[in-house]
């Protein structure tokens, strides 16, 4: 791998704080087939038009996950001013896709919206890996999806970097792709436009056009920043939030990916440790992640392996950055990383082509995934320059000190935009709310979640064992999800169903892990 990718994959997984889901989707050729069913809906006739409040909308298909067939939806945009302080000037097409609650559900006109993570998710993109969570809702409410600016349909911020010599020196690689990048988006973007201030607006002005005096919201990592500063905004038109792994407004972006992966890691990997069969085998994956990592920093080895995705046989270099950036990936579903005692074993052995495999698996599937230049646009308007000005050595972590400083090496060219004073105050508000942290979360650990949860009179906090970021989908947390939803009443749950939650065992062997 290039040392400019390299670079871009840090920046990506720096800003990964805020949720990364998408490496899990479907193939890039099935993909592609439906990466557009959403974007330009067919010809309709007026009699097939839906009306939702001001909207009129056409079926459409929204991206199927895992090459599956797409999901029905009702599709249309809202233009809306890029600068808002300047109502005539530049507008921008938000892309949004209703979902309709079943026929036969009981109707109500507080619709539920998806905030994506990221930041640079497309909400209407990721659906379909939500779609079953989403079932219970559906049948007492419609879903909205709204592509928040710079996204997906939403005049996506994406850079085309090209191709560039592998010497660069990092710094002097990551001003350049920084700065071409601000060129490209110049052209047709004021990046200082695509905070995390504007979407809000941006959903309230669709709350508007559809009619709705109150939403409810669920937010997803970067997603539960947007869902706090609307509740923040607009108490009296939010019904509810649901904040899965969430992000703190009090929360200031700097060096602490490091330290809250290597924290998870130690959860992760003691569950091998504490398995006697699995600690009779691997020891200590964690000392045995160090010295991999000290050996491919000091000679990356040629691997040949099978390529997991167009079966092609390939040799490349293994590197220490892209066996960083899995294990950090991985360890946001510790079910998947109970994997990597097994992975490490054999590549500190001198066996690589299965770890080689998984990097280029994870390489091929983050690619336009997210949006760089709206990433970029919402880190360094709201975190760069608040960031605290001492900063702890990492050096001795997976991650170690890169990613914060190509983050900040990033901010210093990027546009930035303006954030309200009260934008770091934590929420304090009486709206129903449900919080949801994953034990094992390598990114918005369960601290977080308590931090948030205290200063909401109507919150409640559920922390589900063994599990890591975005936990709305394990186990009966759906039905809880949909009975919040129906109720908004989150201390009244009954959440003992959580308790059958536990950690999923390390893989011995590639047959699985023990009975």
Known sequence: MSRKIRIILAVLAAVALFGYQSWRKHQPAAQAANSNASAQPAHVEPAQLRKLGQLSFKPCTLPGAAGR???????????????????????????????????????????????AGGPGQSAVDSYAMLAPVFQGVLNQRDVILVDQRGTGGSNKLACDVGDESASAPDAAAMLHLTTSCIDTLSKRADLRQYGTTEAVADLDAVRTAIGAKQINLYGVSYGTRVAQQYAMRHPQQTR??????????????????????????????????????????????????????????????????????????????????????????????????????????????GRYAGLKALTSMLRTQMKDQMAMGMQL???????????????????????????????????????????????HNALTTPVPALVLEGQFDPVTPPRYGEEVAKSLPNGRLLVLNGQGHNVIASGCMPRLFAKFIETADAKSLDAKCLDALSPTPSFIDYNGWTP
Request: with cysteine; hydrophobic share 40%.
């Open 69 to 115: 067939e797409g999901l029905p939806a009702q599709c249309t945009t809202l233009s809306v001013p890029e600068n808002r302080s300047e109502p005539n000037g530049r507008k921008i097409d938000l892309r949004i896709a209703w979902v309709p609650a079943d026929e036969d559900a009981e109707q109500h006109d507080d619709p539920v919206f998806l905030i």
């Open 240 to 349: 509810s939030i649901v904040l899965d792994s969430v992000v703190p407004n009090t929360l200031h972006l700097s060096n602490i990916w490091a330290r809250n992966l290597d924290d998870a890691l130690a959860l992760q990997f003691g569950v091998c440790t504490k398995d006697a069969q699995c600690k009779a085998k691997f020891g200590d994956p964690r000392a045995e992640l160090g010295n991999l990592l000290a050996t491919l920093r000091n000679a990356p080895p040629q691997v040949s392996y099978r390529d997991p995705l167009s079966g092609e046989q390939k040799t490349e270099a293994l590197t220490a950055d892209e066996v960083a950036g899995l294990v950090r990936m991985f360890a946001y579903m510790p079910a998947i990383a109970s994997i990597l005692p097994l992975q490490i074993h054999e590549a500190a052995q």
């Open 377 to 423: 646009s919402v880190v360094c308007s709201e975190d760069a320059d608040q960031a605290p000005a001492t900063v702890q050595d990492d050096s001795g972590t997976v991650l170690g000190n890169d990613m914060a400083r190509f983050m900040t090496q990033a901010c210093t060219q990027w546009p930035k935009g303006k954030v309200p004073a009260d934008f």
